[in-house]
Structures are given as structure tokens and as C-alpha cells.
């Protein structure tokens, strides 16, 4: 944990040792000066690989060659089984008091940003790009990866998958087993499989 701390973050922030990770975390790959605070450390800050509820206790693993910024002084939270790769010219936003229970995989080529007060239940993918490159017979690639952003106040249920140019409006539930493509309209709204609205002008508290 000391060491990734300094490797990976800046040291004056490296110093209040603000990402916390389990013992059984796997660090594939993390570049120097690869996690980012746009607010003055504290202890803990993120943490990787912590069993929340509902979870296997798996190992985690993370893979860091673009970005990673973190805002706010709040929790931010991935719990165990989390696999967090990001690409070398990716960038992983996120914002202030962020809970991921676990068994997810989030996995950047450009850009995910995810706003403040979100949570996330487990058995979850997030990916803005498709994986492999698909390509026409000139060489020309026609499948580029696209933003992917949460607006504050979501909550997303299990087993969601939420691909490439994907946008979720603020104060947002994201019903079990739903899958988005595409960005969504509406606010304080429930939404199901294939974007679909189900209910409207609904609070939900964490």
C-alpha cells in the first residue's frame, strides 16, 4: 500500500496515504502519477478491494496506464472483485462519495466520467469502447470508443451493463439487468432494460 501510494500518486498527496488497497489486489500495471485529487488528501480516500455487502470477497485487480481523478473529499469505493483497467489514453473521473459494492468491471479507452453521490450494486459493466477493433477491408476503423457519463445522484442496481456513448441523466435509478447504449433522457426517473422510463419524478435516498 506505501508503495503504491508513491508511485502512483503525487507526493505531496502520497503522503496522507489516500488510496487504500486490500491485500489481495492484484497491480497488473499502474504508471507514475497515474491518480489524480482535485481536493486536499486525507487518509482513505479510495479504497480498492474492501469486502462491502453482497460480494464474494474475490480479488481485485487494478490496471492503470491512462488517468484516474478523483473529486471531492468524501468516500470513493470499489469493493472486492472490482477490475479497474484503463487505457493509456483513458481517463476515469470520479466524483465525491462514490460506492461500488464489487464484482464489477470498469474498463476505459477515452473517457467515464461519474458524477457525485452515486452508487453502484455489484455484477456491474462499464465500458465505452467494445473490446476489439473492428475494421473495414482498407484498414479503416469504424467501431472508435465514446464517452460514457453518470450524472450525480444514480443508483445502479446488479448485473447492469452500460456500454460506449452512454450518458445517465442526474437523480437516476438504473433498474437490475438493464442495458444501456445510449444517452438517456429524463431526470428523476427509474430506468429499465433499453433505456426504457418506468416511473417519473421519484427521490431515492442512499
Same mark, same amino acid.
Given at each position: 500500500m506505501i508503495y503504491f501510494n508513491f508511485k502512483c500518486c503525487q507526493l505531496s498527496d502520497a503522503v496522507h496515504f489516500p488510496v487504500l488497497?486490500?491485500?489481495n489486489v492484484g497491480v497488473?500495471?499502474?504508471k507514475r502519477n497515474t491518480i489524480r485529487f482535485t481536493e486536499k488528501c486525507r487518509h482513505g480516500m479510495l479504497t480498492i478491494g474492501f469486502n462491502r455487502a453482497h460480494n464474494t470477497g474475490s480479488c481485485s485487480n487494478i490496471v492503470i496506464k491512462g488517468k484516474?481523478?478523483?473529486k471531492g473529499r468524501g468516500t470513493h469505493a470499489f469493493g472486492a472483485g472490482c477490475?479497474?483497467?484503463i487505457g493509456k489514453n483513458g481517463i476515469l473521473e470520479i466524483g465525491d462519495n462514490f460506492g461500488c459494492t464489487g464484482d464489477s468491471y470498469i474498463s476505459v479507452s477515452k473517457? /467515464?466520467?461519474i458524477g457525485k453521490n452515486n452508487l453502484w450494486s455489484y455484477n456491474n459493466v462499464v465500458m465505452d469502447y467494445d473490446g476489439h477493433s473492428i475494421c473495414l477491408r482498407s484498414g479503416e476503423k469504424i467501431n472508435h470508443p465514446k464517452e460514457i457519463c453518470f450524472g450525480d445522484n444514480v443508483w445502479m442496481g446488479c448485473?447492469?451493463?452500460i456500454l460506449k456513448g452512454s450518458a445517465i441523466p442526474a437523480n437516476t435509478i438504473i433498474a437490475s439487468r438493464s442495458m444501456i447504449t445510449k444517452?438517456?433522457?429524463g431526470n428523476n426517473?427509474? /430506468?429499465t432494460t433499453q433505456g426504457k422510463v418506468i416511473r417519473e419524478n421519484i427521490i431515492w435516498k442512499p
Amino acid at each position: 500500500m506505501i508503495y503504491f501510494n508513491f508511485k502512483c500518486c503525487q507526493l505531496s498527496d502520497a503522503v496522507h496515504f489516500p488510496v487504500l488497497i486490500a491485500r489481495n489486489v492484484g497491480v497488473s500495471y499502474c504508471k507514475r502519477n497515474t491518480i489524480r485529487f482535485t481536493e486536499k488528501c486525507r487518509h482513505g480516500m479510495l479504497t480498492i478491494g474492501f469486502n462491502r455487502a453482497h460480494n464474494t470477497g474475490s480479488c481485485s485487480n487494478i490496471v492503470i496506464k491512462g488517468k484516474m481523478v478523483i473529486k471531492g473529499r468524501g468516500t470513493h469505493a470499489f469493493g472486492a472483485g472490482c477490475f479497474i483497467g484503463i487505457g493509456k489514453n483513458g481517463i476515469l473521473e470520479i466524483g465525491d462519495n462514490f460506492g461500488c459494492t464489487g464484482d464489477s468491471y470498469i474498463s476505459v479507452s477515452k473517457h /467515464i466520467t461519474i458524477g457525485k453521490n452515486n452508487l453502484w450494486s455489484y455484477n456491474n459493466v462499464v465500458m465505452d469502447y467494445d473490446g476489439h477493433s473492428i475494421c473495414l477491408r482498407s484498414g479503416e476503423k469504424i467501431n472508435h470508443p465514446k464517452e460514457i457519463c453518470f450524472g450525480d445522484n444514480v443508483w445502479m442496481g446488479c448485473g447492469c451493463t452500460i456500454l460506449k456513448g452512454s450518458a445517465i441523466p442526474a437523480n437516476t435509478i438504473i433498474a437490475s439487468r438493464s442495458m444501456i447504449t445510449k444517452p438517456l433522457d429524463g431526470n428523476n426517473s427509474i /430506468i429499465t432494460t433499453q433505456g426504457k422510463v418506468i416511473r417519473e419524478n421519484i427521490i431515492w435516498k442512499p
